[in-house]
């Protein structure tokens, strides 16, 4: 997971806490907020992992919000280790820095966004069309939701 900046058409800025699954290319999550601390993180963690399940890894940089004593509590107390970047070494992550820059060429750049709800609205729709319905070279010209666990059924809104 990693952080993508953006703004409102106002110049208001905006964080898109985005979040794939390196085997499927699924993307369970795009959470937008104007910021973002390690509680916000949880939080969304919690709710996307109650629905799609745990992962058995965590691949996040060095960001304040991953490093945070509410993601290691959190990461601690599911058994789930967290594989941090080297400080610098974007590459090490290199599955979420491929995935930004689609969404940032596929979605982000294509639209305005008038206020908060409009960015997560227009996020949700791309998502849904980025796990349902695009081929990935990468996993045979298949859509991501072929290869989770739902078995193609449509992707649970987050």
């Known amino acids: 997971m990693d952080f993508v900046h953006d703004q409102l058409a106002t110049g208001k800025k905006l964080r898109v806490l985005t979040v794939i699954d390196t085997f499927s290319r699924y993307v369970p999550v795009l959470d937008v907020r104007f910021s973002y601390r390690g509680e916000d993180v949880v939080a969304t963690l919690d709710r996307v992992c109650r629905q ?14 991953f490093v945070s004593r509410d993601m290691d509590l959190w990461a601690y107390q ?17 599955f979420i820095e491929v995935f930004n820059g689609r ?3 596929e979605c982000l750049n294509q639209h305005w ?46």
């Open 78 to 94: 599911r058994g789930l280790p967290l594989d941090f970047s080297r400080p610098g070494k974007p590459t090490d992550n290199a």
């Open 113 to 158: 966004f008038l206020t908060l709800v409009d960015a997560a609205e227009k996020l949700e729709a791309w998502r849904r069309y980025y796990n349902e319905e695009r081929p990935h070279g990468a996993i045979g010209n298949k859509a991501p939701i072929t290869l989770t666990k739902t078995g193609g059924v449509t992707s649970p809104s987050p």
């Open 52 to 65: 799609t399940g745990y992962p058995k890894i965590i691949r996040v940089d060095q960001g304040t919000e």
């Open 103 to 105: 969404f940032r060429t």
